[in-house]
């Protein structure tokens, strides 16, 4: 059976009436099985908006690691590295944006020591670059000293038709799709554990 890792975060797209609880820490949610939650603050892209309203995952194979969104700010990006660190020392081999909202991309900075192939979906590149002005805009007045080195890091690997990546012990096929939450929208299967990260594809909420 299919597993969900849902995204409960709440897009510029899709408002939630829920007051979001306040997060004292960076917390990580071990699903079993090397896979990672990080659940972000249930909040809109509005007053409060500090970053960290994605849900924000990593999946750990034999070879490596691959990091499924980064947050909405470099410091996003950071806690989730420090954390990936605590669990394993291994190379982060690839990371992965479910599609271009800036609460999913804007921690991958963070990651560009690493090396990775970034990953996403073939439109991603144009819409990241054709929003960069508002998204930057958005950032500056929500997100104050964290905006600071909160740049846009473009896709190496661009996803035109299904692709498969291989973690050693386990692969995760990446399939695009046409347009759905956005023109840039992809999912994520781990071979493993039949997890599909569904990105904001599916929202759980009680708003
Ligand atoms: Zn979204």
Known sequence: MT???????????AACAQAGVGHSAFS?????????????????????YQGDICNTSFVVGSNGVAVI????????????????????????????NTHVHPDH??????????????VGHAKLGDMMQLRKEAY????????????????????????????????GDRKLTVVPYLVAHTNTDITIM???????????LLFISSG
């Open 28 to 48: 990580i949610e071990d699903v079993g099985n090397g896979v990672y939650v990080h659940h972000g603050e249930h909040l809109d892209i509005d007053t409060g």
């Open 136 to 167: 930057d805009k958005l950032n500056s007045q929500y997100l104050g000293a964290d905006a600071k080195g909160t740049v846009q890091v473009l896709p190496t690997l661009p996803i035109k038709e299904s692709l498969v990546l291989d973690l």
């Open 69 to 96: 969104d980064t947050g909405g700010s470099l410091k996003v990006g950071n806690q989730l590295r420090t954390a990936i660190r605590k669990v394993t020392d291994k190379p982060i081999l690839y990371v992965i």
């Open 190 to 200: 781990d071979s493993k554990t039949s997890t599909l990260f569904t990105g904001d």
């Open 105 to 118: 991309v804007y921690g991958n900075a963070a990651f560009l020591d690493d090396k990775p192939q970034f």
């Open 3 to 13: 597993r969900l890792v849902c995204y409960l975060m709440v897009s510029l797209l």
